[in-house]
């Protein structure tokens, strides 16, 4: 798991001259995990709702069981969070970075605390893939509220007196990136960023103007959404890292096994 953080700083550190081949590359690496990991897990609620409400010869069955179709969907969900968790992690500060590092530990605990649950309470095929989505929605939360925590404790420009039309154009001019899809996402992500700040700001402050007054709370509820979506891609990114999808597949093909006529190909 500790090279998914590294995987992410690596590219904090490239993106101001990689081109759009080596930009592609290191978001190929965030979807991978993030598609493994949603794999898994569609891929065990998939097998046990056909295990245990539909008949092995029926054709629904062989239909729903068809894991290149699932693969492909949840690599088409996950992508915008890949894109997500691509573009935030080029505004992480120094402190969010050791965030991101020390919830490497709390991933594995939270893990370890899991599994040892999941091997009591589940079927033993089902044990681990449980435990890694459950770790996955607990350490999402905690990793939310840290990083929520650290950016309201971290010194930011005082924007007060500005609107926001200057606080985003002052953001987006101080981007600069070898590819220019990468740099238009990022020019949005820092002026998502600097309004967030505007926002809240001003609403401390207090806005008499109607017009900047909506503007702010939408830039402070957009941030206030990005934020979750970031810690959860972030823990799904880690869980990616651990999945092994095709181990239900081969344990669901033995003989025996119930669903073991659907699951193999």
């Known amino acids: 798991m500790i090279g998914v953080p590294a ?14 081949l080596a930009s592609a590359l290191f ?25 245990h409400y539909l008949k092995r010869e029926g054709l629904l069955a062989r239909w729903l069981v068809r894991r290149t179709l699932l693969m492909a969907w949840s690599a088409a969900i996950n992508l915008p969070a890949a894109l997500l968790l691509f573009i935030a992690s080029l505004s ?9 590092s020390a919830d490497v530990l709390v991933m594995a605990l939270l893990l370890a605390l899991m599994s040892r649950l999941f091997d009591r309470e589940a079927a033993e095929r089902y044990a681990r893939p449980l435990a890694r989505v ?16 650290l950016s309201y404790f971290t010194p930011h420009p005082d924007y007060r007196g500005l609107s926001w039309e200057p606080v985003a154009r002052t953001a987006a001019a101080e981007i600069e ?13 820092a002026v998502g960023e600097a309004l967030n700040w505007w926002a809240a700001q001003q609403l401390i402050g207090g806005l008499e103007n109607a017009a900047e007054l909506l503007v702010a709370w939408l830039a402070f509820i957009g941030a206030f959404g990005v ?18 999808p095709w181990r239900l597949t081969s344990a669901a093909a033995r003989p025996g096994t119930p669903g073991a006529d659907q699951t193999s190909e």
């Open 227 to 244: 934020s979750i979506v970031l810690a959860w891609s972030y823990s799904r990114a880690l869980i990616g890292a651990l999945s092994r």
């Open 27 to 51: 978001l190929l690496g965030i979807w991978v995990l993030l598609t493994l990991s949603a794999y898994e897990w569609a891929l065990l609620r998939r097998l046990g709702f056909v295990a």
């Open 92 to 100: 992480l500060n120094r402190m969010q970075w050791l965030a991101l």
């Open 177 to 189: 990136a070898g590819c220019d899809v990468v740099a238009t996402l990022w020019r949005l992500d």
């Open 7 to 20: 995987w992410l700083l690596a590219w904090q550190g490239t993106a101001p001259h990689a081109n759009c």
């Open 134 to 149: 459950w770790a996955h929605r607990i350490n999402a939360l905690i990793l939310w509220a840290t990083l929520v925590m």
